[in-house]
């Protein structure tokens, strides 16, 4: 079993729809990154959190440490939002190592 | 600000080759992290350095070394290539954050390496 498991797999969406990508993690973390991956490879940090919520614009991410959870929600989708999604997860310390989920290709049509 | 740098881009390699590839990381980030991406395998932590030190290592073999400079800039470098170790490898810069820990990480566009 991963110790990082996305759920789901593929999303796919109507321009305007809410969208929620789940996380969750086995072991015990420092911090949960969010991180959104374009065709061409290029990746991008959208979130890092250790606890409660965070919001960037359509965008938020909230973790729940004791149920070892964390979500992804979009809000009001749009096709640009197409892309990867990746969860990973930072162990404990100082050290720097980081456990990627699978990853959610979401598609939003417009 | 300028962000990651990696280069090159695009590498193709023959089996039993061995290669280098290069990260220049965000001004003033100090922890250097590589990755490994694969369809099979997805993306996997192969080590980080802070300081020109390698602080972890991930589960990959001996033939993946790296090294960082002393204005953080790393390399890392895959010896005797084999057909799997194709893939897009990826650096992540952060800075230190004091109380223990980095930062977000950023991250370049990657190199795709392709070994024929």
């Known amino acids: 079993k991963n110790e990082v498991e996305q759920s789901p797999q593929n999303l796919t969406a109507q321009e305007g729809e809410f969208i929620t990508i789940n996380c969750s993690y086995s072991?015990?973390?420092?911090?949960l990154h969010w991180l959104q991956q374009h065709p061409g490879g290029g990746i991008v940090s959208l979130f890092m959190?250790?606890?409660g919520k965070k919001k960037h614009g359509r965008l938020i991410a909230t973790i729940n440490i004791q149920e070892k959870h964390s979500s992804l929600h979009i809000t009001a989708s749009h096709p640009r939002d197409s892309a990867v999604y990746i969860c990973?997860?930072?162990?404990?310390?100082?050290?720097?190592?980081?456990?990627f989920g699978k990853g959610t290709l979401l598609t939003v049509n417009p | 600000k300028a962000g990651v740098t990696q280069t090159p881009r695009y590498l193709i390699k023959t089996r039993g080759q061995q290669v280098t590839l290069s990260c220049s990381p965000i001004s003033g980030h100090r922890s250097v992290s590589w990755y490994q991406q694969t369809p099979g395998q997805g993306l996997q932590f192969l080590f980080e350095?802070?300081?020109?030190?390698?602080?972890n290592k991930g589960n990959f073999p001996g033939r993946f070394s790296g090294r960082q400079f002393s204005n953080s800039r790393s390399e890392m470098n895959v010896s005797t290539l084999e057909l799997g170790d194709s893939a897009l490898y990826l650096c992540?810069?952060?800075?230190?954050?004091?109380?223990?820990?980095?930062?977000?990480?950023?991250f370049g566009q990657g190199t795709r390496l392709t070994v024929v």
């Open positions: 072991v015990g973390i420092s911090a």
């Open positions: 959190l250790s606890s």
């Open positions: 350095y802070f300081s020109e030190t390698q602080r």
């Open positions: 990973a997860v930072e162990r404990g310390g100082s050290n720097y190592k980081l456990t």
């Open positions: 992540a810069s952060s800075r230190y954050r004091q109380g223990g820990g980095n930062t977000e990480a950023f």
